[in-house]
């Protein structure tokens, strides 16, 4: 399985990006799909996921009600899209993908087995 993110850029406060990962090779629509970003020095933090095929999203609480995810199974393409961005955002964005990760897992990086290979997003004040 490959991933490929892309959609990053630089944006002021309050700007919207859309991020993308496609997905190649054995993918499957009941595979849990996440986003997760990492700053200099800090650890990878989930940020959303869509578990399995259920279609439930969860979110990281600072970016609940700013972020959504959502999956296109025909394009194999999990898309972020961050509205009303702030400079706390910024970061390098990554995709993953899991067939293996239970539901009170998901928020942990070490459950995910391929990723992509990350996206910077930038929001400036």
């Known amino acids: 399985v490959q991933l490929q993110a892309s959609g990053g850029g630089s944006v002021h406060t309050g700007d919207s990006l859309r991020l993308s990962c496609a997905a190649s090779?054995?993918?499957?629509?009941?595979?849990?799909v996440a986003w997760f970003r990492q700053t200099p020095g800090k650890e990878r933090k989930f940020v959303a996921g869509i578990f399995r095929s259920y279609g439930r999203s969860y979110y990281e609480e600072s970016v609940q009600g700013r972020f959504v995810i959502s999956r296109d199974n025909a394009k194999n393409t999990v898309y972020l899209q961050m509205n009303s961005l702030k400079p706390e955002d910024t970061a390098i964005y990554y995709c993953?993908?899991?067939?293996?990760?239970?539901?009170?897992?998901?928020?942990?990086?070490?459950?995910?087995?391929?990723w992509g290979q990350g996206t910077l997003v930038t929001v400036s004040s």
């Open positions: 090779g054995r993918t499957s629509s009941r595979d849990t």
């Open positions: 993953a993908i899991s067939n293996t990760v239970i539901l009170s897992e998901q928020r942990n990086d070490r459950a995910y087995q391929y």
